[in-house]
């Protein structure tokens, strides 16, 4: 199998979120199926959050919720009560409201320094994947204006790594100016699907970059992004897309 890439675009932000809620309804019912369960690291951001809050409200009753297993793709150094923290927010939008066990949420423990946070969190994806090579069913991305997917920015030594799967990265250029643990991209490449959300106008700029056939990588580390034996989807509304 080789790499499968489109372009999904919707009339606006309640349309992408709808559409990428039925996209991740629909990946664990065959993942489910076929593998018995289902893997999805979750992304921050609007159009993520606005897609797990369609999911508790409209397809709780639909899910196996038993064979669900739930990663953060990344997460910034706070407590899960902190505003800002991606878990914090997966949590009050969509885990809260589930049948999920705990035990099936494996969160990154913010509470160790950064570097043994990233280092913490690969030893137990790993662990949970086994002698396999950790591949997820879905990982959720989205699109930083600087170009930065997961937390992996322009200028930072993360988006080079090359061997860990898990690592740390100080605050980019964009806020909140906190320091980051992040899937890389060898375990993001690893994945069977990867789905960028992109949303509002102001994306419009950097999704026609790294859409581009002469993107520049290094500019724009979300264009590192090309599953090895997967597929990858942009899903974006039409502001985004412009």
């Known amino acids: 199998m080789s790499l499968e890439k489109k372009v999904v675009i919707l009339k606006d932000a309640p349309a992408l979120a709808h559409a990428a809620a039925e996209m991740i309804m629909q990946g664990a019912a065959t993942a489910i199926a076929t593998r018995g369960r289902f893997t ?26 038993a064979k669900w297993f739930i990663f953060m793709g990344d997460e910034r150094a706070v407590p899960a009560d902190d505003p800002v923290s991606n878990l914090g927010m997966a949590r009050r939008t969509m885990l809260h409201g589930l049948p999920i066990a705990s035990e099936q949420i494996f969160t990154v423990h913010t509470q160790l ?28 991305l989205g699109l930083g204006d600087d170009g930065h997917t997961a937390s992996l920015f322009p200028g930072h030594s993360a988006r080079h790594e090359t061997h860990k799967l ?46 581009s056939k002469n993107v520049n990588p290094e500019l724009i580390p979300a264009a590192n992004v090309h599953p090895l034996d997967g597929e990858l989807i942009y899903m974006m509304d039409q502001a985004a897309h412009g």
């Open 40 to 65: 999805l690291a979750l992304s921050g951001g609007s159009t993520p959050e606005a897609a797990y809050e369609i999911i508790k409200r409209d397809f709780s009753a639909q899910g196996n919720w």
């Open 113 to 140: 320094p950064p570097p043994a946070a990233a280092a913490d969190y690969e030893k137990r994806i790993q662990a949970f994947f086994g002698s396999a090579a950790p591949r997820f069913d879905l990982i959720l």
């Open 166 to 211: 898990v690592t740390w990265s100080p605050p980019g250029t964009l806020p909140p100016p906190v320091d980051r643990i992040t899937f890389t991209f060898p375990l993001i490449n690893q994945a069977r699907k990867v789905v960028f959300l992109m949303a509002g106008e102001k994306k419009k700029k950097v999704v026609r970059q790294l859409l």
